[in-house]
């Protein structure tokens, strides 16, 4: 077969086609540009394609994770993917470029939009947020940059996709075992840990107190980190991946979790609400075992407090630069009934699944001697090392 018949761009279409955009992840069914890719990363490509010189250079030396959830973040990066994995400047069609260019003044309001959704912009990052009037400030953009990055630089989302996609096409993608569960959670908690373990806040405490906090914090930071995540990783995208959590959840209570992890519509508020309640005095529900007479924090809680005012000052910043008054209190009043409402259904399944039960308790116990406390290697991600 001739490569004029497989593409408008006359380009051979890559070996591996599984219908999986090879610079995101997202679905994919066309070769653009001589690689398979999904509709929003050929539209950014053929934006920026011919633009390199006027792309910003990433602020994280070239590291960014691009991933379905992530490829918006990262200009650079996204389009350091695109030309890795052969899309071709070259074939991007003048006369597309030349149609952009010229295309005449709009006649009606359909004309108008369609001008719009074509015209060649400058793109920003989704961090970049900051306006004339923002309560943001460039340290606080910065913040929220970190905060975003740190917990990306963790997340195993990536890794999850890759499992559940190679099990599918296995021999046995009917079923997925405990153990396979078992390291799904495995690697929500080392993310969250990792994370917490890697802000600035969390190094200055003594190691004692760092111990008290994953104890007491690490339930909540999973209940609320663990649901984003398997959201972020399409385990509720279809049936068949919901399989990996039927030995946690029976089908009205996958129901529920469905329903929770479809009002996780914003990564940045969700990292910030997660790095904010890391800091908090107790999200520890199940204490009848615990220790308290050796509880570093027990009578010096009012440590976190400054941590916890500054994230929950800059959440705030946040909602505020995304909505107007009204709403900003709207949205941080159905945030705190989200976390409460995972919280509520975390600690149901707690009392419910054995499987469940056990992890979480081995979770809370190994927080204590965890290996990354006061590790050098796990530097902080911002701020003062």
Known sequence: MS???????????????????QVCGDNASIVNYGVLTCAS????????GFNTKEIAVCRFDGRCEIV???????????LAKCLNVGMNPDLIRKEELTKIKRKPPATNFQESTEHITTTTVPQTSALDLVTHDSLL???????????????????????????????????SNSQFDSQQTIQMLSSFSNCLLL????????????TSEQRSLLQRNMFGLLSLGGMYLMRESGIFD?????????????????????????????????KLMLVALAFSSNCL??????????????????????SQNVYVELLWKYLNHQHDDYQAVQRFSKLIKLFLDTFKFSCEVYETNELYKKFIDIVTEEAEKSSVINDQTVIPLWGKN
């Open 3 to 21: 490569a004029s018949s497989t593409t408008p761009e006359g380009s051979k279409p890559p070996a591996k086609t599984n219908n999986i955009c």
């Open 41 to 48: 990363c050929r539209t950014f490509f053929r934006r920026n």
């Open 137 to 171: 400030t460039s340290t606080d953009l910065l913040t929220i940059s970190n905060i975003v990055h740190a917990f990306d630089t963790f997340s195993p989302v990536a890794d999850i996709r890759r499992t559940i996609d190679t099990l599918h096409s296995s021999a």
């Open 68 to 78: 379905k959830t992530t490829r918006k973040y990262c200009t650079a990066c996204r």
């Open 285 to 306: 529900t199940q204490a009848n075992h615990r220790n308290f007479d050796r509880d570093s924090l027990l009578h010096g809680t009012f440590r976190l407090f400054g």
């Open 195 to 206: 994370f917490l373990s890697s802000t600035p806040d969390f190094k200055v405490l003594t």
């Open 238 to 270: 279809t049936p068949e991946n919901e399989m990996i959590v039927a030995l946690l959840y029976d089908n009205d209570t996958i129901r529920q979790a469905r329903l929770i992890s479809k009002r996780l519509d914003d990564p940045i508020l969700i």
